[in-house]
């Protein structure tokens, strides 16, 4: 299974400076762990107990944690703790601080403690709205609140500020039901991608070519329903994946993650594309018009890497590289190849995709360094990144021998899915075109049969195996007549 480029170095990540600006980096105090639950290598926490984590999570008057542990703890505790059991264990450390500090003689530090608390909670709520789907959560974040705001009662900042912040979950919230309503509704049909052809369509059936002839102007199609899908990816989503380790920390919270219809769906766009490039070729009758529209899809893949979609590019030549449009020896040697031969050096599987994790690297550091949407765009190969995901959770435990956390995992995780997340977030720069998304996202693909026929038709076998293949076929299709 794949690994990432940065593996040989795992060991010594979270102390060479290599992830995310400030990964690994703890500010202050926090919490009030026994600083013996929590251990660190060169100023950056590696492990820890559960308890001590979840206690640095919770600001004090003189801490609040830094962005990057918010997120890495909130992503990665699901993996031992359920979020409304997490969220119970904040509000029970934050009322025994409130507690202490009633107790004192200083107020302002009561209300700096409330506005730091409130600020947590924004951020977690904006950053994984769905951990707040369930009644009981939102109880126990409401009980949060109200007992945080009781030391604002003079001109009410804090309260407007959680009101918006409710506000803006419910809003959140009711958007992803809408689409996990959507999903569950339309699924077949979008697990199908509309009707399969049985059989050759009629001649004067519309292809790829009639709709759009500009191989740019069809890789910005593509890169459009690229983000678009990619954009409904959370990254609780993703961590799901890490679900399918038999272990014991794992079975506590399986029962609570929602289906992620959004995975499946992007993936099958992966599919499905591959198959439509496929059919595309091979529904071409005359040899004449089928190298055409390979050179056509080569120059598509090509637009695909200039723009940074990665994804769509792998798919158009997964499909070329189809059995069926691979054995089409008369059309290939019609093709000017060279193009071909440069996308599939990118793509070479060989060194654990060498290639591509370095033209990754490079449209990764153009959109660190980018002034406009364009050049932002970075959208990886789904299977890959999903598979390095799962192998870095496989290589390396949850917990350390000792039995605390193994944080410096969960760092490296969290810096990949936080670099997902950020390529989520880019608006397409590209005018959009109604017409040929629908084609791209309806027209009829063949069946794996279908696809085997329509390419023995164009170009009859020429050893004993394709001979079988193609009789076997036949036999088949007699059989249903």
Known sequence: MPQTFVFSSILTLSCSGQGQPGMGECS?????????????????????????????????????PDKTYIFTFLLSSRVFIPPHDLLAR???????????????????????????????????????????????????????????????????????AISQMMQNLLLALAARNQLQEFWEKFRPLAMDKGPVLKAKPPATQKDILSVCCDPL???????????????????????????????????????????????????????????????????VVKKKQRTRMVEFFIDVARECFNIGNFNSMMAIISGMNLSPVARLKKTWSKVKTAKFDVLEHHM????????????????????????????KIVIPVFNLFVKDIYFLHKIHT??????????????????????FMTWTQVECPFEKDKKIQSYLLTAPIYSEEALFIASFESEGPENHMEKDSWKTLRTTLLNRA
């Open 28 to 64: 202050g105090g926090g919490g009030g762990s026994d600083s013996r639950d929590l251990i660190f290598q060169d100023g950056h926490l590696i492990s820890g107990s559960l308890e001590a984590l979840m206690e640095r999570l919770v600001p004090t008057v003189d801490y609040y």
């Open 90 to 160: 904040v509000g029970q450390i934050c009322l025994e601080q409130r507690q202490q500090l009633e107790a004192g003689p200083d107020q302002a530090k009561l209300k700096s403690f409330s506005t730091k608390v409130t600020q947590l909670l924004k951020e977690w709520t904006e950053t994984f709205p769905y951990d707040f789907r369930e009644e009981k959560v939102m109880a126990e974040l409401k009980a949060i609140t109200h007992c945080v705001t009781q030391c604002d009662e003079e001109n009410g900042a804090m309260k407007k």
């Open 217 to 283: 102007v069809l890789a910005q199609q593509l890169t459009h329903i690229e983000l678009e899908r990619i954009h409904s990816i959370h990254p609780e989503d993703l961590v799901q994946i890490l679900s399918h380790r038999d272990s014991l920390d794992n079975q506590k919270c399986r029962g609570d993650q929602a289906k992620t219809y959004s995975l499946e769906a992007y993936d099958n766009w992966f599919n499905c594309l591959s198959m439509l490039v496929a059919t595309e070729v091979c529904r």
């Open 348 to 375: 070479d599987p060989s060194s654990n995709f060498c290639n591509y994790r370095t033209a990754l690297q490079g449209a990764t550091q153009r959109s660190q360094m980018a002034h406009s949407s364009r050049e």
């Open 398 to 419: 949850n917990r350390l021998p000792n039995g605390q956390v193994n944080f410096k995992k969960f760092w490296e995780i969290s810096r990949q899915i936080h670099d």
